[in-house]
Structures are given as C-alpha cells and as structure tokens.
C-alpha cells in the first residue's frame, strides 16, 4: 500500500494510487510549492493548460480574473496574452498588497481592489460594447458567493465564450473549503433557465479542480 505522505513517491511506485488517495498529494503541492515565474500560484497545472487553450481558441478581448492573491495566475495569464499579442486583464481582489512590482506593473493588467460584487460597476466601465470576456471566478469558494458571482458577472460573457468556476472540487473530490461550496452553486445556476451549459471536454486531463466549473455560453 502506498503511503501518500511518502514525499519520495514516483509514479513507477504509484498505479495502485487511487485517485482519492492521490488528490490530497496534488492539493499540498498547490498549496506549498507551485510557482509561476518564482511566484505562488494557487492553480491545479493541468486545469491552467487548459485555460491557455481556451484562451489561444478564442482570442478574448478581457479576461476577469476574481482572486488574485500573490499574483502568479494573473501575470501567467497576461504572458498567454502576450504571446498572441491581444487582450488585457481585469484582477479583482480585496486586497492586492501581495502583489510585486513585475506582476503589478504589467502593461496588460488594471486592478480593482474591491470584493467581487461591489467591484462590478467599476468592472463594467472597462469594458465596451462587443469586447469578449472571459471570466475566471477563484474568490470566496462558499454557495452564495459563488453564486452571486455567477448571476452578476454571466452577462457578460458573449455567445460561445467561458465562465471558468474554479475549486469546485471542494467536498467533490477533497474535503476542504465550504460546505455546500462551489459545485452546488454551479450545480443551482444550470438548473435556472440560462444560456450556460457544464462543458465537461474541458476537463480533458481526468483530474481538475474545477468538476463542472467550465460553463459554455451557448
């Protein structure tokens, strides 16, 4: 039996591992030791390839990142804009003073320090008419907030365009964050008449922190 405390662990040593066993090892390395450019970056790797496709396919004109911390997501998703050479970012966060200056000075980022809702006009003043968004929700993790911020921010997304929830995996998967959490505020916004169906291609990988968390707008 493998010990998954076992900081030696190789996947030679692991096809046995089952998933559940597994997941807790993944989350500890997000947790602790996963980086972008030397800066914490609280993101599932595999679910982060995923976003670069989505990005590369569909050329948003604005990506809404809620959640920001020290950054590292943020600044990762304006290299992928960089490298197409189009759109810019919106970081919303309560506090950004974990922000450093490479992350806080790149050219494609504005800041809103504000929790999500609040945020939501000064949100809308950036963008105009016809641009395409793409929104990336990693704030607060409980029902209602996920919730609220999916009802507020879901019109702004244009036909064919995403709305990634993140960390839906919370009590689906490991049981950490709040209960109901995510996944059921997901789970109440589809079963609303909406234009946003679950895009489950999306979690192309098997293993994503984010089951359900990639809504298509049809």
Not at 3 to 8: F, G, P, R
Not at 65 to 92: C, K, P
Not at 119 to 136: C, H, M, T, Y
Not at 180 to 197: R, W
Request: glycine share 6%; aromatic share 8%.
């Amino acid at each position: 039996m493998i010990n998954i405390d076992d900081e030696q662990l190789g996947i030679e040593d692991s096809l046995d591992l089952k998933i559940s066993d597994a997941l807790p090892l993944i989350q500890n390395r997000i947790m602790t030791a996963t980086t972008y450019c030397g800066i914490k970056t609280l993101k599932n790797p595999m679910d982060f390839w995923v976003y670069q496709e989505i990005i590369y396919a569909q050329r948003p004109d604005i990506i809404i990142e809620i959640g920001n911390n020290w950054g590292g997501s943020t600044l990762a998703l304006a290299h992928y804009l960089d490298n197409i050479g189009h759109g810019r970012i919106i970081g919303v966060d309560i506090s950004h003073n974990k922000l450093i200056d490479k992350v806080r000075s790149h050219p494609r980022i504005s800041w809103i320090e504000d929790d999500a809702i609040s945020a939501f006009e000064q949100v809308q003043k950036q963008i105009s008419n016809g641009e395409r968004v793409l929104v990336i929700e990693d704030s607060a993790h409980t029902f209602d907030n996920t919730l609220k911020v999916l009802e507020t921010y879901s019109p702004l997304i244009p036909d064919g365009g995403y709305f990634i929830v993140e960390d839906s995996i919370c009590h689906h998967g490991l049981d950490v964050g709040s209960n109901p959490g995510p996944y059921e505020a997901i789970t109440e916004f589809v079963s609303k008449p909406s234009d946003f169906i679950i895009d489950r291609s999306k979690e192309s990988f098997l293993i994503t922190w984010n089951p359900k968390g990639f809504l298509r707008k049809c």
